[in-house]
């Protein structure tokens, strides 16, 4: 198993401050975008796009963070502002972990809500 992640960077919202990775795993292949409180490090939210049919990530013409579908849907998880909609989107969904852990989800839900809006 392959695994690289980013060092975290800081997101205040709210005055809450999150910390937010980008990283890829395979195999399968996975784009990952993980967010956490700084004030609860081991509660972790890890977002878990996987290639599919109509899903694209990392490869190709596709670089590290980088998400798509077949219907020119794109976002790019190395932009804060797409961090900060995918979190408010965790938020509304109730998905943000209260309890230590690594909770994975996958997110192509919450992609389709994101490019539709």
Same mark, same amino acid.
């Given at each position: 198993?392959?695994?690289?992640?980013?060092?975290?960077?800081?997101?205040?919202? *709210?005055?809450?401050?999150?910390?937010?990775?980008?990283?890829?795993?395979?195999?399968?292949?996975?784009?990952?975008?993980?967010?956490?409180?700084? *004030?609860?490090?081991?509660?972790?939210?890890?977002?878990?796009?996987?290639?599919?049919?109509?899903?694209?990530?990392? =490869?190709?013409?596709? =670089?590290?963070?980088?998400?798509? *579908?077949? #219907? *020119?849907?794109y976002l790019n998880l190395n932009e804060? =502002?797409?961090?900060r909609r995918f979190l408010d989107e965790?938020? #509304?969904?109730?998905?943000?972990?209260?309890?230590?852990?690594?909770?994975?989800?996958?997110?192509?839900?919450?992609?389709?809500?994101?490019?539709?809006?």
């Open positions: 198993m392959s695994r690289r992640e980013r060092v975290p960077r800081r997101l205040v919202v *709210d005055g809450t401050v999150w910390l937010w990775s980008v990283g890829h795993l395979h195999p399968p292949c996975r784009e990952l975008l993980t967010l956490r409180r700084a *004030d609860a490090p081991h509660a972790q939210l890890r977002l878990v796009f996987q290639e599919g049919p109509g899903r694209v990530t990392q =490869g190709g013409y596709m =670089g590290a963070g980088q998400v798509a *579908d077949t #219907k *020119d849907g804060p =502002g797409v961090v965790a938020t #509304k969904r109730d998905l943000l972990p209260t309890t230590h852990g690594l909770h994975e989800t996958d997110c192509w839900p919450l992609f389709d809500a994101l490019v539709s809006a």
